[in-house]
């Protein structure tokens, strides 16, 4: 089983950019589809990106889209968020998380995704 580790969050001022590593222990972390949920008080958890292992696929949330970008350096077992003209509203913990499968609803249900890293703090202020 991959173990993840993120880093990156911190507090920014509305308009700002964070950007988000996950490292990945293991040697099979180029076999899995990765992606970055989050979670703010009183809010579902929610897939804001995801990535298929061969890079070749990547999903965004509606509300996110042409500002976050994820990616991913298999050689460095790492996958990025990069944040930009972060809200308000993006304010949550964010977590990466690994999955076997990508496609369908697979690409962002939480219970697809079978490991978890910690999750680090993103605040945006206004």
């Known amino acids: 089983q991959v173990q993840l580790v993120e880093s990156g969050g911190g507090l920014v001022q509305a308009g700002g950019s964070l950007r988000l590593s996950c490292a990945a222990s293991g040697r099979t972390f180029s076999s899995y589809a990765m992606g970055w949920f989050r979670q703010a008080p009183g809010k579902e958890r929610e897939c804001v990106a995801a990535i298929s292992w061969s890079i070749s696929s990547t999903y965004y949330a509606d509300s996110v889209k042409g500002r976050l970008t994820i990616s991913r350096d298999n050689a460095k077992n790492t996958v990025y968020l990069q944040m930009n003209s972060l809200k308000p509203e993006d304010t949550a913990v964010y977590y990466c998380?690994?999955?076997?499968?990508?496609?369908?609803?697979?690409?962002?249900?939480?219970?697809?995704?079978?490991?978890w890293g910690q999750g680090t703090q993103v605040t945006v202020s206004s």
């Open positions: 998380a690994a999955s076997h499968f990508f496609g369908g609803t697979h690409t962002y249900t939480a219970s697809s995704y079978d490991a």
